[in-house]
């Protein structure tokens, strides 16, 4: 059975593709059959490519980025559409509840994925340096395996994959 999960952050340019492009590398490095996708609360960059620096970034750690930003939807919140949405931040995620218009359990923050080393808001790099992109991509790879084994629900790397 097909799992799903969407990546929100605020313009779908920065943080979310990349998550959704480290996702989908996970998912292929261990064969999991997942869906995924990326959005932004706000539509300001609707069908942009993701930020320069970023895919620069991505890059270099060899992930490609060729979404193009689009805005979440209620639509998207719908249990049953995804069986998880995960806001970057918790700025996105208080959006993502207003949207929704009621509690929703499978809408979460990526943070809840990593451990209490890591910050609780994945930053925002679109104003900062090189440096931010790095970190939010450390990040998005730290988490996106404990996702990926949620998702799937069974111990994926004691597997041999």
């Known amino acids: 059975m097909t ?20 996702m989908k590398r996970f998912a292929e490095e261990f064969r999991v059959d997942v869906e995924v996708d990326s959005a932004g609360t706000h539509g300001y ?13 991505a890059e270099a ?8 930003a689009r805005q979440v939807t209620k639509e998207d919140l719908k249990p049953g559409r995804f069986d998880l949405v995960l806001a970057m931040d918790n700025e996105n995620y208080q959006g993502l509840l207003q949207l929704a218009g009621k509690p929703v359990d499978h809408v979460r923050i990526f943070s809840d994925y990593l451990d209490d080393n890591w910050p609780n808001d994945v930053p925002d790099p679109y104003y900062g340096e090189a440096d931010g992109f790095a970190n939010v991509l450390d990040m998005l790879e730290e988490g996106c395996p404990v996702i990926l084994q949620t998702l799937v629900g069974k111990e994926l790397f004691d597997e041999g994959f």
């Open 3 to 22: 799992k799903s999960v969407l990546f929100v952050c605020m313009g779908n340019i920065c943080r979310s593709p990349a998550a959704e492009a480290v």
């Open 45 to 57: 960059h609707v069908g942009e490519r993701a930020d320069q620096r970023m895919r620069t970034a």
């Open 61 to 68: 750690r060899g992930y490609e980025l060729t979404s193009l």
